[in-house]
């Protein structure tokens, strides 16, 4: 191993899948690329006695440590929780069902060393189902290195439309624990701290760079039950929730750069950030008035009037074209076609 080679951190937060856990740490496990520590933290789940089963075989592992927390931290600070404990130059952290494949540590190595001093390096992910097959597959057409003062794309990503979801996953990223102590997970975002975590990463100035490979398998159960409708129904309606806070507290910051402070404050951001995401998700008008009250019901009919579903879909599609030209067209071509060949529309 050369004296180079990066010391990674796998943090995975462990809650109520034990039916996944297994898995997802042998993923880790068996890749080429060994020079990592693997931090599992269960949040207290219910079901405690199938988790400490699942994770039985790996009690002594000389790579791994297990906390079980006493009391239920919530999403957000449980990641803090092992973001506190990471001992890696770089820390990752995944879900309990998703995967690493075999070559995401070593890419990441190769691709860091290869371009250094960056604190966040974002990649690509193959979307799979509870059963593990493939829906289909998320990556940039081409590298993208910036910061807080490229426009183009920092707009894009706070807009939080077709960036990031479609050129990296907003959660799964690989973060220099030493340049990224000062920004933490804030369990105010509801759903969506993992957005404003990479908005306060962007605001505080740090160095990105996009890598256009898919380095993980990102699980989104398909299961079509009366319990999975209501589940979606009710992610709807938080990622609203979320998306409310998240305006409200940039919206508080004293940011630095006045370009991207006036550009957050201005109507249209609202509308491309809250007011579109209402409107796509298809939230009844009577809904948007009893959880948010007058002023952002009065907001999203004026909205709605002079916008539709498939106006912003189309809308959507030039703009990913307009950035990412040729490359993208063939990116998105290759999206398309997996989609249909699952027969899920994402």
């Known amino acids: ?30 890749n080429k690329y060994q020079n990592f520590e693997i931090i599992i933290s269960d949040d207290c789940s219910p079901n405690i006695e199938e988790i400490k089963k699942a994770l039985k ?31 890696g130059d770089y820390l ?36 799979i189902d509870e059963n593990g097959k493939k829906i289909n597959s998320f990556y940039s057409p081409e590298y993208y290195n910036f910061n807080y003062k490229d426009y183009g794309i920092v707009k894009r990503i706070l807009k939080a439309d077709h960036f990031p979801f479609w050129f990296f996953h907003p959660l799964t990223l690989c ?25 306060d990463s962007i605001f505080n100035k740090k160095e990105f760079s996009i890598i256009p490979k898919k380095l993980f398998k990102w699980r989104k159960i398909q299961e079509k039950s009366k319990e999975s409708f209501t589940n979606i129904s009710s992610f709807s309606i938080n990622n609203i929730v979320s998306r409310n806070s998240i305006l409200s507290i940039i919206r508080d ?17 609202e509308n491309e950030f809250l007011l579109k995401s209402i409107l796509t998700a298809e939230i009844p008008s009577n809904i948007i008035y009893d959880e948010f009250g007058q002023d952002l019901y009065d907001k999203f ?23 990412t030209r040729l490359k993208g067209l063939r990116t998105a071509t290759i999206f398309t076609l997996e989609k249909l060949k699952y027969k899920f529309i994402f």
């Open 253 to 269: 910051y004293r940011i630095e750069d006045k370009n991207l402070s006036n550009y957050i404050h201005n109507q249209d951001f």
């Open 175 to 199: 973060m220099n624990t030493k340049n990224m102590h000062d920004i933490s997970f804030n369990k105010d975002a509801g759903i969506g701290d993992d957005y404003l975590f990479l908005y």
């Open 57 to 87: 075989p790996f009690k002594n592992h000389k790579k791994i440590k297990i906390f079980f927390q006493e009391k239920n931290l919530g999403w957000s600070n449980n990641r803090n929780f092992i973001k506190d404990k990471a001992k």
């Open 92 to 127: 990752i952290i995944i879900g309990d069902d998703d995967l690493f494949l075999p070559h995401s540590l070593s890419s990441l190595n190769t691709e860091i060393r290869k371009n250094p001093k960056k604190d966040l390096y974002l990649f690509g992910f193959e979307l």
């Open 301 to 323: 009919i004026s909205y709605k009037k002079v916008n539709s579903k498939f106006i912003k879909t189309i809308e959507r599609i030039i703009d990913y074209i307009t950035f």
């Open 1 to 30: 191993m050369h004296n180079s080679d990066i010391f990674f951190t796998i943090g995975i937060c462990s809650f109520k899948r034990p039916q996944y856990l297994s898995e997802s740490i042998n993923s880790v496990l068996s």
